[in-house]
């Protein structure tokens, strides 16, 4: 069973997810998470500490998830087109909450470096990934390719969890694989 500690995070991170940051007090996470009232500040005694706390929390979550997620081997820009396509599924259906929320605490930490510290951690761990795959599949400029790449797919995600989540996936995704190794 999680802590008492995860549960108020876990709370914290839907609540942020599904009705923004302004949503983020000690009393509504305690509710959300049913711990008794004044659990959340015994841990986070301000909200500042809260919503750090909530931004390591996510980092350390997508951290584990990441790594231990179980992906066929990506050699073929076929495979990177199918490998993205499903991740973004993935972060704009079962996990929209998740990721609305982490675009929230971007926008949170935007002119707090402490805050934002390990979101951008997360996200260097990404851009290695990216431009590694990028490299084995041929790109010419792996690291340029790879900021071209997530750019569309960061814009395909905003705009599928705030504006039209049903938006096509694979051939925007598809398109911006094929630019990337031109």
């Known amino acids: ?34 711990l008794p009232k004044g659990s959340t500040s015994n841990w986070f005694r301000t909200r500042d500490a809260l919503v750090a ?5 996510l980092a350390e979550s997508e951290r584990a998830e990441f790594s231990t997620a179980e992906m ?15 991740m973004i599924a993935v972060q704009t259906g079962p996990l929209a909450p998740r990721t609305r929320a982490r675009y929230a605490l971007f926008l949170e930490g935007a002119g707090d470096a402490d805050l934002l510290a390990p979101l951008l951690v997360q996200r260097r761990v ?21 900021r071209a790449l997530m750019a569309a797919g960061d814009g395909l995600v905003l705009h ?10 694979r051939p925007v995704v598809e398109r911006a694989v094929r630019a990337a190794l031109d």
């Open 1 to 34: 069973m999680a802590s008492t500690r995860d549960r108020a995070l876990a709370a914290a991170l839907q609540l942020v997810g599904e009705q923004g940051i302004r949503a983020l007090t000690h009393a509504r996470v305690d509710e959300r998470a049913e």
């Open 53 to 57: 706390g909530v931004v390591a929390y």
């Open 72 to 86: 066929g081997p990506v050699d073929t820009p076929e495979q990177l087109i199918e490998a993205l396509t499903a």
């Open 126 to 146: 990404f851009v290695e990934w990216t431009v590694a795959l990028l490299a084995r599949i041929g790109a010419r400029s792996p690291e340029e390719a790879a």
């Open 160 to 169: 599928r969890v705030t504006v039209d989540p049903h938006a096509e996936i």
